[in-house]
């Protein structure tokens, strides 16, 4: 079975860091491209970034709002996604999301990544994170 | 960043009706648009890709259209199980960015 399992949420003061985790299984974790959704309590859903497999050259891309304090990473040995989460603002509470990024093709011959659909079709629960003071 | 807008951000519908939402993007983004639907405390859950692509498992209900900066997700009897939130979110490139959502609820 297919599964993703979050977890690493909790509370922290703004400022502070936390580390997400997300535990892979049932499918060939170091070919997967995978990426972090988050939802804010009784909002949309945000996209957060994605890390491509090394397979793919391994290129992390990241959400403005996150970029320079958000690392996203990955160990393929373990089959573990990590979100590594430094100066954090109360403006990123919410649930976190961890997706694999899969793919069918948008021509009859791809010729590069950008011809392809991506879309993410496996969710895990999320995990929550709370920044309080 | 290109930004998707959806219409309308609510609607109230009776079972067995049809249902479009719509969902426009700032720039063309072709045919790389996805949509998702929500239920509360759930995970999203994948309907269509590639505009019009249906997912293995959705019910034939659901189908997308569009291309360029327009698309369209249509339920064509409301079911039930259908009362939720849906998001489009496009593909074309990074940043991936999503709609801000349409709750579609029981009248």
């Known amino acids: 079975e297919v599964q993703l399992v979050a977890s690493g949420g909790g509370l922290v003061k703004p400022g502070g860091s936390l580390r997400l985790s997300c535990a892979a299984s049932g499918f060939t974790f170091n070919y997967a491209w995978m990426s972090w959704v988050r939802q804010a309590p009784g909002k949309g859903l945000e996209w957060v970034g994605r890390i491509k497999s090394k397979a793919s050259g391994g290129a992390i891309d990241y959400a403005g709002a996150v970029k320079g304090r958000f690392t996203i990473s990955r160990d393929d040995s373990e089959n573990t996604l990590y979100l590594q989460m430094d100066s954090l603002k109360t403006e990123d509470t919410a649930m976190y999301f961890c997706t694999w990024v899969e793919r069918r093709n948008a021509l009859v011959q791809p010729a590069s990544d950008h011809d392809y659909y991506y879309y993410m079709d496996v969710w895990g629960k999320g995990t929550t994170v709370t920044v309080s003071s | 960043d290109i930004q998707m807008t959806q219409s309308p951000s609510s609607l109230s519908a009776s079972v067995g009706d049809r249902v479009t939402i719509t969902c426009r993007a700032s720039?063309?983004?072709?045919?790389?648009l996805n949509w998702y639907q929500q239920k509360p405390g759930e995970a999203p859950k994948l309907l269509i890709y590639?505009?019009?692509s249906l997912q293995s498992g959705v019910p034939s209900r659901f189908s997308g259209s569009g291309s360029g900066t327009e698309f369209t997700l249509t339920i064509s009897s409301l079911q039930p199980e259908d009362f939720a939130t849906y998001y489009c979110?496009?593909?074309?490139?990074?940043?991936?960015?999503f709609g801000q959502g349409t709750k579609v609820e029981i009248k």
């Open positions: 720039q063309s983004i072709s045919s790389y």
């Open positions: 590639g505009a019009s």
């Open positions: 979110q496009q593909s074309y490139n990074t940043p991936r960015t």
